[in-house]
């Protein structure tokens, strides 16, 4: 099991998942990895509130709202209140936050493009078979890693 890690450290690395700041290349803007989940989630779901995104990105709110606030300061992420009930609030990309998303979208699309065009088509569909063997495991199971609902 020591080696599956090692795997794992390794594809974070050479992925660029443990850079602080993931996207001044393509975009010119400082934007975490954090906050680029973040902006991924809130175009994904499309105005989703504060809370939905938080749970699918398995961060507590506290966390989570200290990262929309950098987000909503930078003009790349409104917050307006839910209709019916004013404690919520829904999330969404500004014009700039979503040109953000989509430049961050190219890059890393562009990235696993490259990478997957070193391999055999057969490589490739087995490569990614394999990630969503893994994802839909990781879902079923009850340890620590198993991504939120």
Request: glycine share 4%.
């Amino acid at each position: 099991m020591d080696n599956v890690r090692n795997l794992f450290q390794l594809l974070s690395r050479n992925f660029g998942l443990l850079n602080e700041q993931c996207c001044e290349n393509c975009c010119g803007q400082e934007v975490s990895n954090v906050q680029s989940h973040i902006l991924y989630e809130i175009n994904r779901q499309h105005h989703p509130s504060m809370q939905e995104v938080a749970g699918a990105l398995g961060m507590d709110i506290t966390t989570f709202s200290r990262q929309v606030k950098t987000l909503v300061d930078k003009g790349f992420v409104k917050k307006t209140p839910h209709p019916s009930d004013n404690r919520m609030n829904i999330l969404s990309l500004t014009s700039e936050g979503l040109s953000i998303e989509n430049n961050i979208n190219l890059t890393v699309n562009a990235q696993l493009q490259h990478v997957l065009s070193t391999m055999s088509e057969f490589e490739r569909d087995t490569v990614i078979r394999s990630i969503k063997l893994f994802n839909d495991a990781m879902q079923k199971s009850v340890s620590c890693c198993t991504p939120p609902q």
